[in-house]
């Protein structure tokens, strides 16, 4: 004998397909909305100022300065601050290979700029967070 196979009319395949298409588009917002929150966060961040191995990296509340280098030059950062205060912060030495790293939080006012230095040697580049 031969199977009854229940008919599927055109309009409950078209809610089938309806009903995919709403589902796809709901995951492509929730993907969306997740990656611009995500975004503000990193952008944020720019790449670490070098001076040689010497390095200093932050964003706009708090820097670390670290001297990789161990030659005898003292490494510090320098940065600004919106309120327009300018600060050293200072890792003045180093143990096996590697400095202690130095922090800096600037909890009332924003950091607007940093940039890793070595006594005597000069310094890296500005980076603007």
């Known amino acids: 004998m031969y ?3 229940p008919r599927i009319t055109t309009r409950a395949r078209q809610g089938r397909a309806r009903s995919k298409l709403l589902a796809l588009i709901v995951m492509g917002a929730v993907g969306a909305a997740l990656a611009f929150a995500v975004q503000p966060a990193l ?3 720019p790449p670490p100022s070098y001076h040689g191995q010497d390095v200093a990296w932050g964003d706009h509340r708090w820097v670390l300065v670290e001297d990789r280098e161990c030659d005898g030059h003292a490494v510090y950062a320098e940065l600004y601050e ?3 205060r300018y600060a050293k912060i200072p890792a003045w ?3 096996s290979g590697w400095g202690p790293t130095d922090a800096y939080d600037s909890l009332p ?3 607007v700029r940093f ?3 070595e006594q005597g040697e000069g310094c890296g580049p500005w980076r603007f967070p």
């Open 3 to 5: 199977a009854i196979r």
């Open 93 to 95: 030495s180093c143990e």
């Open 43 to 45: 952008a944020h961040q």
């Open 115 to 117: 940039r890793a230095c």
């Open 109 to 111: 006012s924003s950091i």
């Open 82 to 84: 919106a309120s327009g």
